[in-house]
T-cell receptor
Framework: GQQVMQIPQYQHVQEGEDFTTYCNSSTTLSNIQWYKQRPGGHPVFLIQLVKSGEVKKQKRLTFQFGEAKKNSSLHITATQTTDVGTYFCAGRVNAGKSTFGDGTTLTVKP | KAGVTQTPRYLIKTRGQQVTLSCSPISGHRSVSWYQQTPGQGLQFLFEYFSETQRNKGNFPGRFSGRQFSNSRSEMNVSTLELGDSALYLC??????????FGPGTRLTVL
């Protein structure tokens, strides 16, 4: 079945450093979504990418969807303590189920 | 607009019992998905409902079932509980398979 792998599992950075998490799917995706879950909270939607090679930015966050629509990345520039949490990607094929990666947990040292 | 609500927020059950969890989606949302979240397994998809029809199902045993009512509210049921069913159960609603809005979850502990 469809698998979505996400790396790294954990990332510890110093405040001000950059952070990137990568998502790879075993199958070509129709779209990919990114979510952030703060400790003790629930996942919150960040963005959805649909087009091959799409790049979207939200302030310090940059999201990319690969040309083959099988991989994606989230890059945070100059991390802040408010960026702490677990970042999940979720891929969907057509009208199928949404498959989540295992997430990357980001900790930021002030 | 009110967010997704889930009840109860916490549950403690013993092995062999059954449990029913409830989810009320955002008004106007007709799609409801359920996920199981555990520290070691991440977010595992259980099922997705749209207009009272199950559209997708995850790889969980038949002890896990769900349904959606005409007002889009959804319930999931787990019968013959096992220790391994202890988890956070998250419900998410969406207009139609686009961005998902998650509820706060129901924390189930099976003793």
């Amino acid at each position: 079945g469809q698998q979505v792998m996400q790396i790294p599992q954990y990332q510890h950075v110093q405040e001000g450093e950059d952070f990137t998490t990568y998502c790879n799917s075993s199958t070509t995706l129709s779209n990919i979504q990114w979510y952030k879950q703060r400790p003790g909270g629930h996942p919150v939607f960040l963005i959805q990418l649909v087009k091959s090679g799409e790049v979207k930015k939200q302030k310090r966050l940059t999201f990319q969807f690969g040309e083959a629509k099988k991989n994606s990345s989230l890059h945070i520039t100059a991390t802040q303590t408010t960026d702490v949490g677990t970042y999940f990607c979720a891929g969907r094929v057509n009208a199928g189920k949404s498959t989540f990666g295992d997430g990357t947990t980001l900790t930021v040292k002030p | 607009k009110a967010g997704v609500t889930q009840t109860p927020r916490y549950l403690i059950k013993t092995r062999g019992q059954q449990v029913t969890l409830s989810c009320s989606p955002i008004s106007g949302h007709r799609s409801v998905s359920w996920y199981q979240q555990t520290p070691g397994q991440g977010l595992q998809f259980l099922f997705e409902y749209f207009s009272e029809t199950q559209r997708n199902k995850g790889n969980f045993p038949g002890r896990f079932s769900g349904r959606q009512f005409s007002n889009s509210r959804s319930e999931m049921n787990v019968s013959t509980l096992e220790l391994g069913d202890s988890a956070l159960y998250l419900c998410a609603s969406s207009l139609y398979q686009n961005e998902q809005f998650f509820g706060p979850g129901t924390r189930l502990t099976v003793l």
